[in-house]
């Protein structure tokens, strides 16, 4: 089996890495222990690309075996094997030989892990990995889904925004086109007048006159709230424009196979100068006051040159709406509702793909394996027909951009069960720790007792055997010395398990007492390197002894609450 194969490369690996530790502990000299180091490191690499490589070549007629090697790689990619091995790396060039070997230890661990995986030992590990990469692959996707959707609905949006923009320039284009008719009007009767009117003959037109001020002074208001408008869909326009567009479904980069000038269009709208529109008709409204006033005057030639002014200026102003309308239908040009409507009909098709892949997920595999409820799915099932009838909506030249709210929160549900079932998925990776933990200590408590009865020996022994100057014999001494590596060594494990615990950040509760610990083993140490074996000291062992016995416990009892759902 190809299994069979990476396995034993995987082995070779190992076993490249297993001397380095024991190399370090000899304390080789610095150029044996990195070349081991980048040896190993080289090897890891190798043997993963070869992963990688297979596990593409088997899915179609191994698809078993391509998913023992997904699941390899989702191990490594998990503890983050290859950035340890080269951090283990740098420790050693900077010969921090203790770090070393505390990252070498995990590294060889998770090591054996990985062994085991491929050689599909653990089958535990292996279908927690699966589901991890499983889960993660829909999470992926419906990110994806999600980000489409959004840039699809700001796009229904701004072709919505700039539909209205229009109709309301149009709106304005109608009430400045009847107030010209109005002022020339109003024009033509004034010059009706003789020059030495009669207050009843110029009243009325002075009267009207006010009106047409007032109207256009109104007028003017609105535009300048038009043209705050017009300013902010250029700015998003231009905004829009400069965001990296990103391919969908096989479909082209944006430039790709076209020259990097040939973006003509991006800044038209944005670059036009602001529309003065609301200035024209304000300078309207002036003059019809000027003409008012001279009509009240009984002046009805000074009346006609400010009437000619305020219809020039209205003029201008429908040039400047005119030129507004012009922008804003250029952009909506850039968002035709056939390509927003196929480009829905895309992202529908995609979510609709996703959601059969997430239900044939909980179906289980081929050998009647029970499959598992795949989370988010019934929320990306309730996104494709909201999908489905804003691509409907957009093909009537309808924008779609509620339903395509809707739907967009319905894949946004989705993204949260699926990051929070990875949560819990990775929470069951991080609970080895605490069983590695459980094992260590209980080794540790084991090989302390050991310690613990040989010192009493020994202080017994010594008791009966002083040379007469009081000196202890040399054989005394080396077991002594002895006793005193032992509870470094294991003061060595304390500082592995702080390590391990700080890395992983488990339970808060255990760092403390592991540091307690840690300084429980310094002392015996020390004092078993001052060669004191009294009552004194077998009182510290003991303390040790009972503060890893509450380690273990507390360690169990934690793991028993996770079981149970605490």
Same mark, same amino acid.
């Given at each position: ?29 610095? /150029? ?70 505390? /990252? ?37 996707? /419906? ?424």
């Amino acid at each position: 089996m190809i299994s069979r194969g990476i396995a034993i490369v995987a082995a070779l690996m190992f076993a490249a890495v297993m001397p380095l530790t024991s190399s370090l502990q000899a304390q080789d000299p610095p /150029v044996s222990a990195t070349g081991k180091q980048e040896l190993a490191q080289g090897k890891f690499q190798e043997l993963t690309e070869r992963m990688g490589k297979l596990m593409v070549v088997l899915q179609k007629d191994e698809p078993e075996e391509s998913k023992l090697l997904s699941a390899g790689l989702r191990f490594v990619q998990e503890k983050k094997l290859h950035n340890r091995l080269e951090s283990a790396g740098k420790l050693l060039r900077q010969e921090r030989w203790d770090e070393g070997l505390v /990252v070498m230890g995990k590294l060889k661990t998770d090591l054996r892990s990985l062994l085991e995986l491929l050689q599909n030992r653990n089958a535990d590990l292996r279908e927690l990995l699966e589901r991890i990469d499983l889960l993660e692959g829909f999470k992926n996707r /419906v990110d994806e889904l999600a980000k489409e959707q959004q840039q699809e609905k700001e796009d229904s949006a701004r072709t919505e925004a700039l539909q209205k923009h229009l109709k309301n320039i149009e709106a304005q284009k109608q009430r400045a086109e009847d107030l010209l008719k109005k002022q020339q009007e109003l024009r033509d009767a004034t010059n009706q007048l003789p020059l030495d009117a009669a207050e009843g003959l110029a009243k009325p037109l002075e009267s009207k006159e006010g009106e047409l001020e007032e109207a256009t002074s109104e007028l003017s208001k609105d535009l300048k709230d038009l043209e705050k408008k017009d300013a902010q869909l250029k700015k998003e326009a231009k905004a829009d424009a400069g965001k990296p567009g990103e391919p969908k479904g096989g479909e082209p980069k944006p430039d790709e196979g076209k020259p990097s000038e040939a973006k003509p269009s991006e800044g038209e709208a944005s670059d036009a100068k602001p529309s003065e529109a609301s200035g024209q008709a304000g300078k309207a409204a002036k003059s019809m006051g000027k003409a008012k006033a001279s009509l009240g005057e009984k002046k009805p030639e000074s009346a006609l040159k400010d009437q000619d002014q305020a219809m020039e200026a209205l003029k201008q102003t429908l040039e400047e709406l005119d030129a507004m309308a012009e922008d804003a239908a250029r952009e909506l040009l850039k968002l035709p509702f056939d390509q927003l409507a196929k480009e829905q009909e895309n992202t529908q098709k995609a979510t609709d793909t996703l959601a059969k892949d997430m239900e044939k997920a909980e179906q289980g595999d081929e050998k009647g394996s029970e499959g598992k409820p795949t989370p988010g799915k019934q929320k990306v099932q309730q996104a494709v027909p909201k999908q489905r009838a804003a691509a409907g909506q957009l093909k009537e030249l309808v924008p779609a951009k509620q339903k395509q709210q809707d739907a967009k929160e319905d894949l946004q549900a989705a993204q949260k069960a699926l990051e929070e079932a990875l949560a819990q998925l990775r929470q069951q990776l991080q609970d080895e720790v605490l069983r590695a933990l459980e094992e260590r200590f209980t080794a540790m408590l084991a090989r302390q007792r050991g310690l613990t009865a040989q010192t009493e020996t020994v202080d017994a022994t010594r008791k009966k055997i002083m040379t007469a100057s009081g000196a202890l014999p040399t054989a005394l001494v080396t077991k002594i010395g002895e006793l005193a590596a032992g509870e470094i060594e294991l003061e060595q494990e304390a500082i592995d398990a702080l390590k391990l615990l700080d890395e992983d950040g488990t339970t808060a509760v255990f760092p403390p007492m592991v540091e307690q610990l840690r300084e429980e083993l310094h002392d015996v140490a020390a004092g078993l390197g001052k060669h004191k074996t009294g009552a004194s000291m077998n009182l510290l062992q003991k303390d040790v002894e009972d503060l890893l016995s509450l380690l273990i416990n507390a360690l169990r009892k934690t793991i028993e609450q996770k079981e149970g759902g605490g």
